[in-house]
């Protein structure tokens, strides 16, 4: 039987990249959400292929009440979700003393409100189920500080706080609980830097070029396995030593 694996945020970049990944082993059904929907979306929805087993929903994380109806609409189609990959989040960039509260509010509650409700709503399936896989992507940030990202590092942190507490709540149920900490990747996160920045950027790392999501995909895809099954309530950077 196939597993159902849930992305939040899979419209593009890591997301799309790891629903593109479940989707290709023919193994998964898979579910994605995000706010808005792209060319990728409708390609994998027109896939003769693909159709039966993936899922797209357009729908805000911070509404709770079209969370919880997408969970159900996923549990009528493929059946409970047992593994689940917290992508979605966003990323506001700003010294504190200049950013807004609407701006702070929005990135906790975006973040980490809004992320610990769509997981506990996930992990009360797998509690049933006696299996499950979380994987939170986190960031780099969380490890190692940034200027400029000090709220977005601390909801990063935060999550990575989650995931372990998390992960001695679960692990007797034989549910795993693991942060992925990806450095800067070539996708939209970075499309805002300048050219300075990112050679700023590839000079700390020492493999000496920004991530791709490709870097990122195998770890994840390992960390949701059967394999993996004695790994729980780790942070692990994907960042080229940058954080070495």
Request: proline share 2%; aromatic share 6%; with cysteine.
């Amino acid at each position: 039987m196939n597993r159902v694996v849930l992305v939040s945020g899979g419209n593009r970049g890591l997301g799309s990249a790891l629903v593109q990944s479940f989707l290709d082993d023919g193994q998964h059904c898979v579910a994605t959400f995000s706010r808005n929907r792209t060319a990728f979306i409708d390609t994998i929805a027109r896939h003769p292929e693909r159709q039966e087993r993936f899922s797209f929903k357009t729908l805000d994380i911070t509404n709770r009440q079209e969370v919880d109806a997408y969970l159900q609409e996923i549990d009528h189609r493929f059946g409970p979700v047992s593994i689940l990959v917290n992508n979605a989040g966003l990323g506001l960039d700003g010294v504190l003393a200049l950013q807004s509260e609407e701006q702070i509010d929005r990135l906790l509650r975006t973040n980490l409100q809004s992320t610990v409700h769509l997981t506990r709503g996930c992990v009360r399936h797998m509690l049933r189920q006696k299996w499950g896989r979380v994987v939170n992507i986190s960031s780099v940030a969380s490890l190692t500080g940034f200027r400029g990202l000090s709220v977005d590092s601390m909801t990063k942190a935060g999550l990575d706080g989650f995931t372990r507490s998390l992960a001695r709540e679960l692990g007797s149920r034989n549910i795993t609980v693991n942060s992925v900490a990806p450095g800067f990747l070539e996708t939209a996160m970075t499309e805002t830097l300048t050219e300075k920045q990112k050679a700023q950027i590839v000079r700390r790392t020492p493999v000496g070029r920004l991530g791709r999501p490709e870097d990122v995909v195998p770890l994840v895809r390992f960390l949701c396995s059967d394999e993996a099954c004695f790994i729980s309530g780790q942070t692990i950077a994907v960042d080229g030593g940058e954080t070495a």
